[in-house]
């Protein structure tokens, strides 16, 4: 049985780092997000006796060693949770995306989210986005939230009846505009995780992290943007210490990440804009503002020297159902 399935990336708002579980995936504490849109990812998954073998190709280039292994694992987790006979045939996923990967966008959370509902599709799952995002954890954390999709929760948990994801409910979608800052430059998301309970931070961040996730949820109930993007703000300054006091002191941030970082106070601070940076583990800078602002604000990020693009709030993964859509 062949399924095809979209979806978006997630910009993380209060982030995860580190996890008690790299084979589960089951991170310390909880994460929020927002997936953004059009940036998408299309997946196509077929069970079959005509292959040889399972095959994984993303963007026209088979996979091999490590990313092998993880996708591997979204698609025996897929396997396990279901009767259908036609699982035990070996499987071809193939997958594009069209946004820039490993420039710290986010790819390897719409990957596995597009691979898990694909995947759930084919394997005859009857399966609500929450356990899908079960699915889509094993292969990547964040990839749990885009699967659920918009302003979304990964609670923390030793098992999928808790460690999955959930929808917060607000309306910040109607107004939120992402000016993306393109700065290709990037380091496996994978490498910070495994090295960032060696960090002197990693303590200081966790005791305080889940009172964030309070806050930034309340907020978003009450639909209060400064709080939102001030705190998810902040948040990324938190991770980034965390990871920059790494054995590997990997700093990932560069030159053009910090001029964006600074025009986006400038125009906080001098023209009363509301207007919040973030960023995930890479030095591409989200700028989150209102609609009202952003293609002034967009203009002003673009004139420190990076490309940019305008993005919205991307919905829940799902499937595909014209056979065009069909990668094979």
Same mark, same amino acid.
């Given at each position: 049985m062949k399924a095809t399935a979209m979806a978006h990336p997630i910009q993380g708002l209060v982030k995860y780092h580190g996890?008690?579980?790299?084979? *589960? #995936?089951?991170? %310390?504490? !909880?994460?929020?997000? @927002?997936? =953004?849109?059009? +940036?998408?990812? #299309?997946?196509?998954? *077929?069970? +079959?006796?005509?292959? !040889? *073998? !399972? =095959?994984?190709?993303?963007? &026209?280039?088979?996979?091999? &060693? #490590?990313?092998?292994?993880?996708?591997?694992? @979204?698609?025996?987790?897929? #396997?396990s949770m279901s009767d259908a006979a036609h699982t035990v045939y070996p499987v071809r996923l193939e997958s594009e995306n069209s946004f820039p990967t490993n420039v710290g966008l986010g790819s390897s959370s719409s990957g596995f989210a597009a691979a898990a509902m694909a995947l759930a599709e084919a394997a005859e799952l009857d399966a609500s986005r929450e356990e899908i995002s079960t699915i889509a954890r094993v292969g990547s954390a964040s990839a749990a939230r885009a699967v659920t999709g918009a302003f979304s929760q990964l609670h923390t948990g030793m098992n999928d009846e808790d460690c999955r994801s959930r929808r917060i409910p607000t309306n910040l979608h109607e107004d939120l505009k992402i000016i993306v800052g393109l700065?290709?430059?990037?380091?496996? =998301?994978?490498?910070?995780?495994?090295?960032?309970?060696?960090?002197?931070?990693?303590?200081?961040?966790?005791?305080?992290?889940?009172e964030q996730i309070a806050k930034m949820r309340d907020s978003l109930r009450e639909d209060d943007f400064d709080a939102v993007f001030e705190r998810a703000e902040h948040d990324s300054l938190s991770l980034a210490a965390t990871t920059m006091t790494g054995p590997e002191g990997w700093?990932?941030?560069?030159?053009?990440?910090?001029?964006?970082?600074?025009?986006?106070?400038?125009?906080?601070?001098?023209? !009363?804009?509301? @207007? %919040?940076?973030?960023?995930? =583990? &890479?030095?591409? @800078?989200?700028?989150n503002t209102t609609e009202e602002h952003a293609e002034f604000v967009e203009e002003e990020i673009s004139d420190t020297g990076v490309s940019t693009t305008i993005w919205d709030v991307g919905g829940p993964a799902r499937l595909l159902e014209d056979e065009d859509d069909h990668l094979f």
């Open positions: 996890m008690r579980d790299h084979v *589960e #995936r089951l991170p %310390y504490h !909880d994460s929020i997000s @927002v997936c =953004t849109a059009p +940036s998408h990812t #299309r997946t196509t998954v *077929e069970f +079959s006796m005509d292959y !040889d *073998e !399972d =095959t994984f190709v993303v963007d &026209g280039e088979e996979l091999e &060693g #490590r990313a092998h292994e993880r996708v591997e694992a @979204v698609v025996e987790k897929a #396997r700065v290709p430059y990037h380091k496996e =998301t994978e490498d910070a995780h495994d090295e960032a309970e060696d960090s002197h931070m990693f303590q200081a961040r966790n005791a305080h992290i889940h700093v990932y941030w560069q030159p053009a990440t910090l001029a964006v970082f600074n025009r986006v106070r400038e125009l906080r601070e001098e023209e !009363d804009i509301p @207007v %919040y940076f973030s960023t995930d =583990t &890479g030095a591409s @800078v989200y700028v």
